[in-house]
C-alpha cells in the first residue's frame, strides 16, 4: 500500500448503521496509520465523562498546579485501551515520539504530551484517546467494501469540535450525505 491515494492516514471513517458492534456505533475514527501491515486509528466522538483530564495527571504523577486546560477523553477503541493517545495539531512535535500524520495533525503516545499540556503548552488543539482501533492487513478494506464505513477528509473543526454528537453528523455532512437517506444494505448493480 506505498500508493498514497489508496491510504486512508488522515482520513476519518464514518461509521454505517447496522455495524452491528455497539463499540463502533456513530463512530467517527480518525486513521492515523495505514499501510499494507494493516491500520490503526482513534474514535473522535465518543467521550468517556467518567474521565477527567485534572485527576488523570494527577494519577500519571505529572504536576497539575498550572490551571488546566479541558481536555477531553475519549474511547479510542478497544485495543490496549489501558494506553493513553493524544491526537493534536501539527504545532506540537515530541522530540522522539510524534507521529506527524499529515500536515493537519500529530500523535503523541508519550507522557511528554501531557506533561507540556499540564504546564499550560503543547499543542493547541488536542484530544486524548484511550485505547485505538486496530485493523490486521486487508482487514479494513474489507470491512469498507461490505459497507461497515464511509471515508472522507479530516478536518480539525470535526475532529477537534465540543460537540461530540454532532461529529458523526458533520463527518457524513462533508460527504454531502444526510444521515437519514444511509442504509446499512450495500447497493447492488
Known sequence: MDNQDTSLE?????????????????????????????????????????????????????????????????????????????LHSPDYLSDSATLEVNSDFGMTATLDVLEEIAKGDGPDQALLALGYSGWGPGQLEDEILQNGWLTCDASRDIVFDRDDDGKWKAALAALGVDAITLSSEAGRA
Open 10 to 86: 488522515g482520513k476519518l471513517l464514518i461509521a454505517m448503521p447496522g455495524m452491528g458492534d455497539p463499540r463502533f456505533e456513530k463512530a467517527v475514527i480518525f486513521i492515523c496509520a495505514h499501510s499494507e501491515d494493516g491500520a490503526l486509528g482513534l474514535i473522535v466522538n465518543k467521550p468517556t465523562p467518567e474521565l477527567k483530564f485534572g485527576p488523570l495527571l494527577g494519577q500519571l504523577n505529572i504536576d497539575v498546579s498550572a490551571p488546566q486546560r479541558d481536555i477531553r477523553i475519549h474511547f479510542g477503541g478497544p485495543v490496549e485501551n489501558g494506553r493513553g493517545f493524544v
